[in-house]
């Protein structure tokens, strides 16, 4: 079986240093599991790693498309299966990092999405709905048909909820039920699932501090330049957190004020979302940072232990010291 490890965590934790360090002690490459870094020109929103950061580890599935375009968790799949392939040519391991869940599960358990049948016109239907009466009309709708599903997909997420009311309107089968089932699926790797974590009040002050960041590195000029090129609310990409809420106060829907408090506000539950989702997961190897002083060496450390007993590293390998 090929090796596949696994970085994720909630927003704002620290993944993407921790994932730079472990890149180049065991030789690897990174694919960003995030469904928003994929797009050019969002930036700063989507706290999209900058070139002088990456410190040579190669990362793919950053940059790869515009913001017009539809990217969802099947096209992840094609790209990520594809970036992989080229990772092992080279004698590299991928290092998939981020924070999209239902995407890592997606590759990791090689879900099959071909299966899933498709109604265009009911779709356009709920597409109406949602354009008409909002997206809290169609989570009232999954909420009855569907209840695990509807608790596992925001409201703001009008593209999943349409699929899963999609889904259960041609098959009759819960959508939840069916991505339960391809969730047992026996992983065709051999991997190491970590989950980066920290005390609640720790990263909710982290998140307050990325979206001040973000503030003043030009997040209102980013989504206004994305204005300018014709980016739309009802396009996927606006969807991002921080992304909508800044294009309701530049089209005066609210104030600046309102719209940041409500970046942070939804980041802080995205973040709960995110933990729950990784506690439903099998074979999770949770990495509590104050377990480790928040000392990167030790988690590293953990890591490395965890990677031999796999068998992902040899055990020789005891860290960059005796490299």
């Excluded at 968790?73 to 990772?87: D, H, P, R, S, Y």
């Amino acid at each position: 079986m090929r090796p596949l490890i696994v970085l994720t965590g909630p927003t704002a934790v620290g993944k993407t240093a921790l994932s730079i360090k472990l890149a180049k002690e065991v030789g690897g490459e990174i694919l960003s599991a995030d469904s928003m870094q994929v797009y050019r020109g969002m930036d700063i929103g989507s706290a999209k790693i900058r070139p002088q950061e990456m410190q040579g580890v190669p990362h793919h599935l950053i940059d790869v498309l515009d913001p017009s375009q539809e990217f969802n968790v099947t096209v992840f799949q094609q790209l990520c299966k594809q970036a992989m392939e080229g990772i092992y040519e080279r004698g590299h391991i991928p290092i998939l990092t981020g924070g999209t869940g239902f995407y890592i599960q997606a590759v990791l358990r090689d879900i099959d999405f071909t299966e899933n049948p498709e109604d265009g016109e009911y779709r356009r239907q709920l597409e109406r709905m949602a354009a008409e009466k909002g997206g809290e009309a169609l989570h009232w709708m999954l909420r009855a048909v569907d209840p695990e599903a509807a608790r596992a997909i925001h409201a703001h997420n009008i593209k999943r909820m349409i699929r899963a009311l999609e889904y259960y309107h041609l098959t009759g089968e819960k959508i939840s039920e069916h991505n339960e089932r391809e969730a047992e699926k026996t992983s065709p790797y051999r991997y190491c699932y970590f989950v980066l974590n920290d005390d609640r009040e720790r990263l909710y002050r982290r998140i307050e501090e990325r979206v001040d960041r973000m503030l003043g590195d030009g997040l209102v000029e980013e989504v206004r330049a994305l204005m300018d090129r014709g980016c739309r609310r009802d396009m996927v990409s606006m969807q991002g957190l921080g992304y909508k809420e800044i294009l309701d106060y530049l089209v005066g829907e609210c104030t600046l004020e309102e719209a940041v408090c409500r970046i942070k506000q939804g980041t802080r539950h995205f973040a709960k979302r995110q933990l729950t989702w990784f506690r439903r997961e099998r074979d999770v190897i949770w990495l509590n940072k104050p377990d480790y002083g928040y000392e990167e060496e030790r988690i590293l450390a953990e890591m490395r232990r965890r990677l031999r007993e796999t068998g992902i590293l040899p055990a020789i390998m005891q860290g960059p010291e005796n490299g």
